[in-house]
C-alpha cells in the first residue's frame, strides 16, 4: 500500500460522506416509520425520482464492467447486458408493474403467497433472496478491485468501508435514503465516463477511426448481432444458440427481482409505475454507450505487455486500466466515481430489497402476524444491518463470488419467472402446479451440473442436443470449465412455464386455486 495515491482516496471519502449526507436528508422524508414507509417510501415516489432510482439500480457496477469487458471479445457480447436489461425494464413496465402496483403488494413474494400460500411463498422465497444477498456480495468485489487497479488501495478496507457506508444510510431512511442517493450516483455514470471518453479515444485516432480499427481487428466479432446461421470461426453453432439463452436469461430473468419490484410498488399511482419502468428501460440502452465505447477502444489500444497480460487474465479489469491509464488523473476519478456510484446504487437496491422481504414475507407474513409498528421497524432495520454485514463478509471470505451470482441468477430466471408469470395471470394457478414446476425446473437446471458448487452434470444434455441441433456432443461442452454449452437454462424455464398451468388445471378439483388478491396490513 505503498503507493496509494491518497489525493484519490480523499476525494473518493468526500464522495462517500456526501452519500451519507444526502440520505440523512432524505431520511426526514419518512414519516410514520410504517413498512410502507420504509419499503416503499409511503408509496409516494414521484414518477422523476422513481425513474432514475429504477435507472441507477440496473445500471450497476456489473453492467458498466461487464459491457466495456464484453467490448472486448466481440461488440455483440458488448452490447447484450445493457439492450437485454433495458428491454427487460419496458417489457416489466408493459405487463408486470401496473398489475403489481394496483394489488398494491409490499414484495415481490406477495402474489406467490396471496395465490399459492404463505408456507409455499417462504420457498419460493429463497433464490431471490440468494440471489440479492449474493449479487450485493459480487458488487462490493467490483468496487474493491477498481478502487485496487486506480487508487492502489487495500481490497478489504475497500469493501468494508463502501459496506459500511451504503449498510448506513440505507438503515437510516429505507427506500427515500436510497433513491435520493441513486439520483445523485446515476449523474455520476455519464458525467465521469463522458469525460473520460475524449482523452481515451485521442489514443486510438477518434471515434470514426476506433470504429474503422475494431472492425478491422474483429471481423465477425464487430456483429451488433449474432448472424442467423454459423458464420466463420467465431460465430460456430453454439456461439449462437449460447447468444440467445443468456439474452432470454436477461430479458425474463431481470423481472422477478424484488429490487425491480420495490420501484414499481414504491409509484404514486400504477400509470406512474408502468411509465417509470418503460422509460427506465429507454435509459439503461442508451447508458450501455459509453462503457462500450470504452470497452472498444481498450480493445484495439496497443497496450504495454504487463497490461496486455492482465487484461489477458482478467477482462473485467478493462474500463480500470483506461481510466488508469489513458486519460488524466483528474479525469480518472471522475470515471472511477462513475463505477463507485453504479455500484453503490444498486448495493443499497439489493440489501434494503433482501431486508424488505426478510422482515415482510418472513416476519411478519409467516413469524409474527401481529407484529406492531414498532416490531417491524426494528426487523427491518435489523435485516438490513445483518445483510450488509454478511454481504461484506461474503465478499471477503468466499473466492468464487462472481459465479455464485450466475449460479443464483439462473435460478431466478428458472424457478421464478413461471412462478410470478402464472400467479398474477391464470386465474386457474394453484400451489400443486407451483410446486411440480419448481421441482422440475430446478431437476432440469440441477442436472446440467454447476462447477462452482462442484455439482455434477447427471443429464447427457450436450447429447441430447446433438442430436436435433448442428454439431456433435463435444461442441456442447466445454471441457475446460466442465461447462454444458448447451440451452439447457431456457428449457428447464419453459418447462416449469408449461406444467404449472397444466397441472393446476389437472388438480383444480382437489386443491382449488386461490383468488388473487391484496394481503392485509
Excluded at 475524449?198 to 456483429?223: D, I, M, N, T
Excluded at 471470505?397 to 419467472?417: H, I, K
Amino acid at each position: 500500500m505503498n503507493n496509494i495515491y491518497w489525493s484519490g482516496v480523499a476525494a473518493v471519502a468526500a464522495m462517500y460522506m456526501a452519500f451519507l449526507v444526502i440520505g440523512w436528508i432524505a431520511a426526514r422524508k419518512t414519516k410514520s416509520g410504517t413498512a410502507a414507509d420504509l419499503l416503499l417510501a409511503g408509496r409516494a415516489m414521484p414518477l422523476w425520482i422513481a425513474t432514475l432510482t429504477m435507472t441507477a439500480t440496473w445500471v450497476d457496477g456489473g453492467y458498466l464492467l461487464g459491457t466495456a469487458e464484453g467490448a472486448l471479445t466481440g461488440l455483440a457480447r458488448g452490447l447484450q447486458g445493457g439492450l437485454c436489461f433495458g428491454i427487460s425494464l419496458i417489457l416489466g413496465g408493459l405487463f408486470f408493474a401496473k398489475r403489481m402496483r394496483q394489488l398494491e403488494y409490499t414484495t415481490l413474494v406477495d402474489p406467490f403467497d396471496a395465490r399459492y400460500g404463505r408456507q409455499w411463498a417462504a420457498v419460493l422465497l429463497l433464490p431471490a433472496l440468494f440471489g440479492e444477498v449474493i449479487w450485493s456480495a459480487e458488487l462490493l468485489v467490483a468496487i474493491g478491485s477498481t478502487f485496487g487497479v486506480i487508487l492502489d488501495f487495500d481490497l478489504t478496507t475497500s469493501i468494508l468501508i463502501s459496506a459500511a457506508v451504503v449498510t448506513a444510510y440505507t438503515l437510516i431512511g429505507g427506500m427515500w435514503s436510497v433513491a435520493y442517493t441513486d439520483v445523485v450516483q446515476l449523474a455520476l455514470v455519464p458525467l465521469g465516463l463522458l469525460a473520460a471518453m475524449p482523452f481515451a479515444l485521442s489514443h486510438v485516432g477518434g471515434l470514426s477511426e476506433l470504429f474503422a480499427s475494431y472492425s478491422s481487428q474483429k471481423l465477425e466479432a464487430a456483429r451488433l448481432l449474432p448472424p442467423v446461421r454459423p458464420s466463420q470461426q467465431f460465430w460456430t453453432g453454439p456461439a449462437i444458440i449460447q447468444w440467445w439463452e443468456v439474452s432470454l436469461m436477461l430479458v425474463m430473468g431481470g423481472i422477478p427481482w424484488n429490487c425491480y419490484f420495490q420501484r414499481v410498488l414504491s409509484c404514486q399511482t400504477p400509470s406512474k409505475a408502468r411509465w417509470h419502468s418503460i422509460i427506465a428501460g429507454a435509459l439503461t440502452i442508451v447508458l450501455t454507450a459509453p462503457p462500450l465505447i470504452l470497452g472498444m477502444t481498450a480493445a484495439v489500444y496497443a497496450w504495454p505487455t504487463a497490461q496486455a497480460e492482465t487484461l489477458a487474465r482478467e477482462p473485467s479489469m478493462a474500463l480500470p486500466l483506461l481510466l488508469r491509464d489513458l486519460v488524466p488523473y483528474g479525469i480518472g476519478l471522475l470515471g472511477l466515481a462513475a463505477i463507485i456510484g453504479a455500484v453503490t446504487s444498486s448495493f443499497s437496491a439489493s440489501i434494503l430489497s433482501a431486508g424488505s422481504m426478510l422482515s415482510w414475507n418472513v416476519y411478519r407474513r409467516l413469524l409474527a402476524p401481529d407484529a406492531g409498528v414498532g416490531a417491524m421497524t426494528r426487523m427491518i432495520r435489523l435485516s438490513i444491518l445483518g445483510l450488509g454485514v454478511f454481504a461484506a463478509i461474503f465478499a471477503l471470505r468466499v473466492e468464487s463470488v462472481q459465479q455464485l451470482w450466475f449460479f443464483t441468477a439462473d435460478l431466478v430466471y428458472v424457478l421464478l419467472f413461471p412462478q410470478l408469470l402464472w400467479a398474477l395471470f391464470d386465474s386457474k394457478a394453484n400451489r400443486t402446479g407451483s410446486m411440480v414446476a419448481f421441482a422440475v425446473s430446478l431437476l432440469l437446471r440441477l442436472g446440467g451440473g454447476e462447477p462452482v458448487l462442484a455439482i455434477p452434470a447427471i443429464i447427457p444434455y450436450p447429447e441430447i442436443f446433438a442430436s436435433f441441433l448442428p454439431g456433435s456432443a463435444a461442441d456442447w461442452y466445454d471441457r475446460d470449465t466442465a461447462t454444458v454449452l448447451a440451452p439447457f437454462k431456457l428449457l428447464a424455464m419453459l418447462c416449469g412455464l408449461i406444467l404449472l398451468p397444466l397441472v393446476s388445471r389437472i388438480t383444480a378439483s382437489w386443491d382449488a386455486p386461490r383468488q388473487l388478491r391484496r394481503l392485509e396490513t
